[in-house]
């Protein structure tokens, strides 16, 4: 067999619950955002999830259970993939209002692992601004979610932290290693946990 | 017993003394008894002293364990010093009265059960003495006190106790007890330790039996120790041995220590404050900001600076006193030059006459003083021998010098001799070298007499020398010889006494020391001095009567003529000719100037004469003149270096006087000719011998001096600069300090610095610079001569460099990551190198290399090729600024967010809401904008709404060709006679009513994406319908500025579609309908894509471009239209089509790049053109009113400035001798030059305004250049003319130009060429905004701005506000425009091969269009039509003549012929394919069908080019 000229990252899991105190009826958008080299060859990249209520008794997380599998076949690990969260919710006047946005890179490790993503908003710039955004229900939002995923012109923002999100990974690499990249054997949370089962 | 006994007692004494503390109390006043009877008391007092002795040795001797001796045992196991503390606590108690239970408790606590045991010892026991009562009475005291409290407490009944206690028993009086200092130091020493100051032997700091072992000594690095005076060291020292520490002694007996922490010169210097109340750290000091001089390494500092020094340095020439090229002539007479230069210093002296004058006054002295008053003054006897000494002296320096004289003389004869010896031998003379010898006759007599003399005198001292000196040695002599007698007399009584004695060996000893009898001196002979001084008089005195010999040497002989000499004198002769020289002058060791190389004469003297100013800022530290000789043109050797000394500073410019500086070099040069070399040994006499080896040698003259400054100050610079300011201790230190940063490099210095600054070479702090000077001075290793910035770089680096550079996949990478144009948006970069194919690099590579390589391809003219090659250039130095700023996000850019609405706006919402929910006439909302970073393809499109067009040209029936008047003035497109017989009049319905019939629809193509509307009918058809076409960004980058760069054009075509009979056989006629359809290209409207980006939405109606001569076609005439000033030329014009393009989304059009750009205009001016921008924009916000531009080097400039006559192409001007079509030529000439948009040359940037000159070099540019040529074309014929900044469709904010012609207002556009009435209704221009002329700028104030309802009249300023009035007058601003356009004339035969290149490559595009069928060439009608194209040239597309077209018809009678000729300005290929392509000739699908393809370029000056296109399909009929 020739040698590989690809690596496969097959990602599969969902994104399992999130905690946004004082927030409820909330729906989360994911997306992928990798590098140039990668290229998604089976799997949704974008999805959105069904509006989910907190439950009336403890615990009053948000539950989505909202799976997402996607393969990557990349030739460079440069622009390793990351998932882009943001979530969406109805405000005192009906408006859909951005949550929270969050990032985190798809692990590199095989195994599975879990995440938890704190999650974060962006501020009026002003308190006028803040005023009239609550009136209108059009608050603040980022352009394009992908820039949480990147890091130029993140300085000019300011961001106000709201909620996490917890998701799980279950990852699978190919050719990784006949390639030359090396990486740890899996451990940790993510192991244990397959222990555990 | 006993001894217990004695021991409590002891134990209780050393209690009393907080007992009687407590009863020095002043009486409690609460106790308030009354009667007490002093016997009872005393009495009692006994009897309880003598109860309480019983009851302790009751206690004792029972042995009882009871809680008294328990306490006492504690007690002697405490210190004194906590005894002391009881009792104070005690005191304390008393003090402050206790309350009753605390009393109680405290007394009662540990004596309970002592009352009944008193009471019972009491009885017990009589016999105590009184001393002991007295002594115990302090316990017993006790007792009775808490007895007393018992009472007080328990009202006890008992009597006894109640009587006997009064206050005067109770307290006993004492003096406080205070211990002596004494005693207490006493005690102290018990158990202080008090080191003592005296200095410690050094045994009993090491270990035994070892010595103090000195490392310093031993050569090793030891420190500074920090300075600890003796006494505490020693303190120190003993208090460490009395712990018995010795580890914290070193091996040479010391203690330990560090080096000394402490810095020798303080890091910051102290700061001193001028105004008090202010922090010397907050003051601020005005310094005024000074030119950095940054290469000189002496900048002593901002505050010392006192500006530049000057020294001059004149160097005036060059002597060689020794040179490889010098002949044995110049040899010589280079000695005897110096010879006599020396002879004449010698004589300017004059040493003889003058030691012979004081000679003389000399002896007359001794003379008067020994024979006047001889015996008179003792002082005057004791001076005798006093100046006879110096009369000796100065005899024996006469003579030297006299000797020298005679010498120098005799050498000086000599060597004249040698020359004219060597001049005689060599046939030739080589300097123009002649001694004189001048005769002095002198008196015979009288200077034998003055000989005689002088030698008898010098005979008589000389004789009384010696008689002294005879007298002297007798002396010596005789006590010599009484010596030897008495030596010689102990000697024989020793023989005597030896021969007694009979030892050999010590007779032996004594032989030894035998002693010669001395020698008695000689008398002098006075003949014998005689002599001496004849014989010396002879040598070196001229001899009486002998004439005085002067020499002189002069340079007035003649040199022989180079063509009298033998060769090898020639060619010395040509070798020095070759040779020249010059100086370096060096400052601190650095070339600050050189002298013009000058040749060497052949009297081997340098002339320079040239003076140097050095501006200087600090004392020099060197001056060094470099002597450089040059052989022939390249070769140029360093001969020497002479050392300038640095002047006094007492020595100006003007007083320094010149002076000679000798240098020599020993380079040693072998000459193949007459010249003798240098290093070489040769020799003047014919056998080789007497070997003269001779150096290059000489001197150079010069002077160096301060100079004056203007007010006569000198510019010399302070002496505290000079190399004593710096303290010699700071110098020691600080090497920078001392021999400056640039000694730092010169090992040399550095070496020598540390060697003066006594550098401990042990330091490790000096480790490096020592380890750096014994390489560098050794020689050993190799110092780089460079300074590595990153030194650890390579071990960073992952890959080597050579491994990175040669890696395909590095490099993809690293040119992505670059954001390379080709590889910007790369997806998947493979991952071996194997799968990376060359090819991906080769379009990068030849790009780069052939960066100035014409690519005659692409461009097919040199000149547009430079050009393109030269935007390309600034197109992309521009926009890697942008892709810079590019990078930098604002806010807007990341978050979206509403903005606050203002009060206008919520007022408007407000009314909105009364609005009627479906109004009559809707408005276009604005739809949400898209920043276009996150599309992709397909994601936009272009809508085009298609909805009317007016005028279409209609098809000509054959048979109106012959109605038609064979010519006229107002019909120029006649029709060919082309049209089929299918669409035969009869057939046609419309023909009825004598209308020709045209069923024109549209086709809109982009980016090779074809949409077509439906077929309307008639000449002013209704479409109204929309056509997506989608939008591909170049490369899939979908960034703002990617979108600017967009070429491409939107076409909009209109065709007419016929439909002709396909039916062959007639049979079928009747069963079925064939009909072929073609299209006949009617007209194009073309839009650019960034017009619209940037517009965002084009709504309008513009006039459809079509060709001078449609074949088959004919324009209905618009009658009644007056347009333009010329009405007669302009009917012919006009179809027009309205049409609405839009993008969907919306994109947000990129900002122009927020920078200020610098600008070199006066600050006033700016300042106005703000203001008056300012106020412009507050009245009309829509308006945009320009004051200042950017020109293409990025500055600001004032727009006024554009604006001048200029002259158009003379070509031009004599072209047509009518003045108002001479104004059309020009403006088509401009129109002629291509069309460029800035946001498309340089992305992003604002507008780009080029002067008239840049853009005929560039021959490309937008609306402002071509309106600023034309306005200055215009100004330039004599006309009235001003530039419009205004709003045109399609374009935009643009620039037209305005001129009055015969009191009517014409606007220009520039970029076609077109002209309007003001009043024209189809004037693309929309709105007027400002007009600018050479000296001023109007703004339009009126309500209104389209053209028609406006005023030009400038000279009101209700209507129009000038920027120059009378309070702000116009201040004359210079033009940057040049002075004079020069134009290159028009190249014929080179556009004649551009013409026949062109039209190869459109047959071939056209045969590639048509990649299924054939394409044939028709070449009779290629060449017919390639005669109707100059001539269309000629009449600008205006008036054809019938010849040709009924040529036409007649040769092609055959054929139905489809055709038309486009007419572009040239800028590169591609633009011509692509309208070739979009009129869709080549989609004709007949099997029969053939082509014609004509191309004609025409020339005008300065390489502007007109390029015609005829394209036709022929059909042939059958």
Known sequence: ?197 | KNSQEENLKKILNLNTSPFFSVSDLPPVPSTSRTSFAELSVRQRMREKLKAAKTKAEITLSQEEPSPQPRRLKGIRERKPGLALDKTVKMCIFQNDFPSEEEAYNFFTFNFDAVPEKMKAGARKRNGLNEEEVEEECVETHEDEQEDEMDEDVHLVKDDDLFLGQTDEDLVVMKPVDCESYTEQLKREKEFLFVPSMLAVPASEKMPRNMQPRYLEDEGLYTGERPFVSQSNQNILENRILRQDQVKWFGDDGKILALPNPIKQSSTRPPIFSLEEGIAPELETVYRKAIKMTSTNQYFVGPGDFQGMFQLDIDISGLIFTHHPCFSREHVLAAKLAQLYDQYLARKQKNLTKLLTDKLHALRSAVQSRIGGDGDGVPVAQQSIPEYKMEIRQTRRLRDAEQEKDRTLLKTIIKVWKQIKSLRDFQKFTNTPMKLYLRKEEVDQKSDEKAYEAEIQAEIKELLEECMEEYEKKMEEYKTELQDWKSWRKTQSKKKKKKKDANADEESEEDFGEERIKPIPPKMADSLEIEQQVREKADNCRRKPGEPILVPELTLSGSITPTEQCPRAEVSRREDVKKRSAFIKVLFNSKEVSRTVTRPIGSDFRVHFGQIFNLQIINWPESLKLQIYETTGISSTTLLAEVFLPVPETAVLTGSAPLEEIEFSSDQRVMLDHEGVGSGVSFSFEADGSNKITLMTSGKVSSSVSWAVGEKGIPLIPPLSQQNTGIPSALKNIDAIASIGTSGLTDMKKLAKWAAEAKLDPNDPNNAALMQLITITTNGEAHVPDFFRLEQLQQEFNFVSDEEFNRSKRFRLLQLRNAEVAEFRNYKQVPLHEREISEKIFQDYEKRVQEGDVIDSKNYLDAHRAVVANYLQKVRESVINRFLIAKHHFLLSDLVNEEEIPSLGILGLGLFKLAEPKRPLRPRRKERKKVTAQNLSDGDIKLLVNIIRAYDIPVRKPVMSKLQQPSKSSRSFNEMFAASPSAQSPPNSPDWAFNQVFVRPFVEVSFQRTVCRTTTAEGPSPCWNEELEVPFRAPNGDYSTHSLQSVRDEVFINVFDEVLHDAVEDDRERGSGIHTRIERHWLGCVKIPFTTIYFQARIDGTFKVNIPPVLLGYSKEKNVGMERGYDSVRNLSEGSYITLFITIEPQLIPGESVREKFDTQEDEKLLQAAEKYEAECTSKFPSRQCLTTVIDLDGKTVFITRYIKPLNPPQELLDAVPDRSQTAELVARYVALIPFLPDSVSFAGICDLWSTSDQFLYLLAGDEEEHAVLLCNYFLGMGKKAWLIIGNAIPEGPTAYVLTLEQSQYVIWNPSTGCFYGQYDTFCPLQNVYCLISCDNIWFNMQEYDSPGRINFDTSKPKHWKPFFSRSFPFPGLRSIQPEELTYEHSDKAAALELQSRIEKILKDKIMEWRPTRPTRWNRHCTSTLRNFLPLLEQNQGKDVEDDHQAELQKQLGYYRVSGFPIHMPYSEVRPLIEAVHSTGVHTIDVSNVEFALAVYVHAYPQNVLSIWIYVASLVRNR
Request: with cysteine; glycine share 10%; hydrophobic share 35%.
């Open chain 1, 1 to 197: 067999m020739a040698a590989p000229s690809v690596f496969l990252l097959a990602v599969s899991g969902e994104i399992e619950s999130g905690e946004f105190p004082g927030f409820d009826d909330l729906y989360c958008k994911f997306s992928f955002v990798y590098g140039q080299d990668w290229v998604p060859t089976a799997g949704l990249e974008e999805g959105i999830s069904q509006i989910t209520s907190k439950s009336s008794v403890s615990p009053t997380t948000l539950v989505w259970n909202f799976p997402i599998d996607i393969t990557f076949k990349s030739t460079n690990p440069f622009g390793w993939p990351q998932i882009v969260l943001s979530v969406y919710g109805p405000d005192f006047f009906g408006h859909d209002v951005a949550r929270g946005y969050g990032a985190v890179h798809v692990p590199f490790v095989p195994g599975r692992h879990k995440r938890t993503i704190a999650m974060f908003v962006p501020e009026s710039t002003s308190r006028l601004q803040q005023l009239t955004s609550w009136f209108t229900g059009r608050r603040p939002e980022f352009t394009d979610p992908k820039v949480v995923a990147q890091g130029e012109g993140r300085e000019v923002t300011r961001v106000r932290s709201q909620g996490f999100v917890t998701i799980s990974f279950n990852v699978m690499t190919k050719d990784l290693h006949k390639l030359g990249y090396d990486l740890p054997p899996a451990e940790g949370p993510g192991a244990q946990g397959l222990r555990g089962f």
